[in-house]
């Protein structure tokens, strides 16, 4: 089993910019992003294979955010610029042994989420 513990929200200005962290307790596994607003589906945002070498995005963030990985920290990021009113969320860092790509919904770890709000 491994802990996933997420950092970097908080609040912006649109059109600023802000990186989520998540830390890792351990183990090599795919790992990525969703996002969810309340009362709307978990969606997925980003992934990123144990390497890093192997990269998906949502269509609607691909351009805007970039996902990358420091194995020797436990460390996936996700930097998000460009920000948007509407990428306000609860934003979810996710681990599975499995690269899923882009169709990815059920991760098996889920972190704790933090929140970004991007004001308008």
């Known amino acids: 089993q491994v802990q996933l513990v997420e950092s970097g929200g908080g609040l912006v200005q649109a059109g600023g910019s802000l990186r989520l962290s998540c830390a890792a307790s351990?183990?090599?596994?795919?790992m990525g992003w969703f996002r969810q607003v309340p009362g709307k589906e978990r969606e997925f945002v980003a992934a990123?294979?144990?390497?890093?070498?192997?990269?998906y995005y949502s269509d609607s963030m691909k351009g805007r955010f970039t996902i990358s990985r420091d194995n020797a920290k436990n460390t996936v990021y996700l930097q998000m610029n460009s920000l948007k009113p509407e990428d306000t969320a609860d934003y979810y860092c996710?681990?599975?042994?499995?690269?899923?790509?882009?169709?990815?919904?059920?991760?098996?770890?889920w972190g704790q989420g933090t929140q970004v709000t991007v004001s308008s």
């Open positions: 351990g183990g090599s596994y795919a």
């Open positions: 996710a681990a599975d042994p499995i690269t899923h790509g882009s169709s990815w919904t059920r991760p098996l770890y």
């Open positions: 990123i294979n144990w390497s890093g070498g192997r990269t």
